[in-house]
């Protein structure tokens, strides 16, 4: 019950192209499930060799639901350490092999389709990689803090006040770590619930701490599994050392606190508008929200709220390409094409995720101005960047709608030559 209402699960129920969050989910419970009645089961082998494949279905289904199922082969693992304490080492890894080969399977394609979609970016150096590692390992505190306190949940959360404190990141990755050694090491020999608990959490944790980078960096979504073994690994052994009555109270004040911090959550799903708004109420360098929100708002023609948000951004993010577009966007609108390509050629200089309509606004510009090489040039730039965007399926239909319109204008002025 804790778990379930507990305010870090609001986002992947309620964000509908999250889903699969709720499916990697639902399959790997399911496999953990079979995989430990597989071992335990007094049935006959047979039995115990059908919940084995039964556990290496669900892995799969789990591993094509969602990256963040990719750990749940290190989960499986503990599994058998723990159920199986009298097997070596060397009996748990061959028993767990053909869910390793599926999850390295799974693993490429993963990564291949981060590629192709350009969502996933590569370390420019060996410096930044290890920069990268000590924050991978922060994470999970960042983490451990919103499930023990979560509140000021939002989509989009504001690490620069981590980064700007290097020392202290670096001195609390150092004690996590040797926290976490130290567990391994006393905790092997009895592989007590909490020895399994402590592993299976961070074990579930591994996909999620931006070592091959994706936006975002941390997300509400991303701890649905690992919130599976946290929850318990905390109350556990609280609750088992209280009389029934006091721990059955303590659970009931638990819950009715979670479901009511998630209850209060829950309407900030109910639009963009309020999804956005939120975020940066919490976090007022919300950029991504702050871009989304501008462009939501432009989109409605409420354009001076529009622009009031873009100025916002700019003053947060003078690198952010969004507030450049909307000026040279409105600049076109009015017919002034040369104030237009000034702040349009000032926005592709600049940087953000949806690049592809500085570009596209561009060949509408060379349009006008019956330059048709030089608008043919922006809309193939356009296009290439918006097929490896995600969310741009309608620009890439407008983009080779209008590539289709201007070769027909070339072949027509070509025949009038």
């Given at each position: 019950?804790v ?14 192209t ?18 430990t ?6 049935g006959?082998?047979?039995v115990r060799?059908?919940?084995?494949v039964l556990?290496?279905?669900f ?6 639901s969602?990256?963040t ?9 503990l ?8 097997d ?20 490429g ?7 192709r979609?350009?969502v996933?970016q590569g ?6 990689f ?25 989509i ?8 700007a ?9 150092a004690?996590?770590?040797a926290v976490l ?10 592989r007590t619930f ?7 959490c961070?074990a ?11 936006h ?16 318990p ?6 609750l ?5 009555r ?5 659970t009931v ?8 911090l998630s ?5 900030t799903?109910?639009s963009?508008e309020?999804?956005?708004?939120h ?9 991504q ?38 000026r ?12 237009a390509?000034?702040?349009?050629e000032s926005?592709?200089?600049?940087s953000g995720?949806m690049k ?6 561009l ?9 048709l090489?030089?608008?043919v ?11 490896v ?6 620009h890439v239909e407008?983009?080779e709608a209008?590539?289709r ?13």
């Open positions: 019950m778990l379930v209402a507990h305010p870090l699960q609001v986002e992947p129920v309620a964000f509908a999250q889903r699969n969050a709720l499916l990697a989910l639902l399959f790997s419970l399911a496999a953990l499930l079979a995989y009645d597989a071992l335990g089961s007094d006959s082998g047979a060799r059908r919940l084995y556990s290496l279905v892995t799969v289904a789990a591993l094509f969602k990256a199922a990719l750990s749940l082969v290190l989960v499986i693992g599994v058998d350490l723990y159920l199986r304490r009298g070596t080492l060397r009996s748990t890894l061959l028993r767990i092999t053909p869910h390793a080969v599926a999850t390295l399977l799974a693993a394609l993963h990564v291949a389709v981060a590629q979609r350009g996933l370390a420019a150096s060996p410096v930044d290890l920069k990268r590692l000590l924050q991978a390992v922060f994470i999970p505190e960042f983490y451990v803090w919103k499930a023990l306190w979560p509140v000021g949940l939002c989009e959360y504001d690490f620069d006040p981590v980064r404190h290097s020392w202290l990141l670096v001195g609390m990755s004690l996590v770590g050694v130290v567990v391994v090491l006393r905790g092997w020999r009895a909490a020895w399994f608990a402590a592993l299976a961070g579930a944790l591994v996909p999620v701490l931006n070592l091959m980078p994706t975002p960096l941390v997300a509400d979504r991303y701890v649905q599994i690992p919130l599976v073994f946290f929850v690994l905390l109350l556990a052994p609280l088992s050392r209280l009389p029934t006091a721990a059955v109270g303590l004040v638990l819950v009715v606190t979670l479901g009511a209850f209060r959550q829950v309407p799903w109910k963009s309020s999804l956005f708004s975020a940066i109420e919490v976090n007022p360098r919300a950029t929200s702050l871009g989304n929100l501008g462009m939501l708002l432009w989109d409605a023609r409420r354009r001076d709220e529009a622009n009031a948000v873009f100025e916002r951004l700019a003053e947060v993010d003078p690198e952010d390409f969004q507030h450049d577009l909307v040279g966007w409105q600049a076109l609108d009015r017919g002034d094409l040369n104030l390509e000034r702040w349009l926005a592709a200089g600049k995720t592809h309509l500085v570009y596209l606004k060949g509408e510009l060379h349009e006008k101005r019956r330059d090489t030089a608008a040039a922006a809309y193939e730039r356009a296009l290439a960047m918006a097929r965007t995600p969310a741009a399926g309608a407008y983009l209008a590539l319109r201007l070769a027909t204008r070339r072949r027509g002025s070509v025949r009038q030559r």
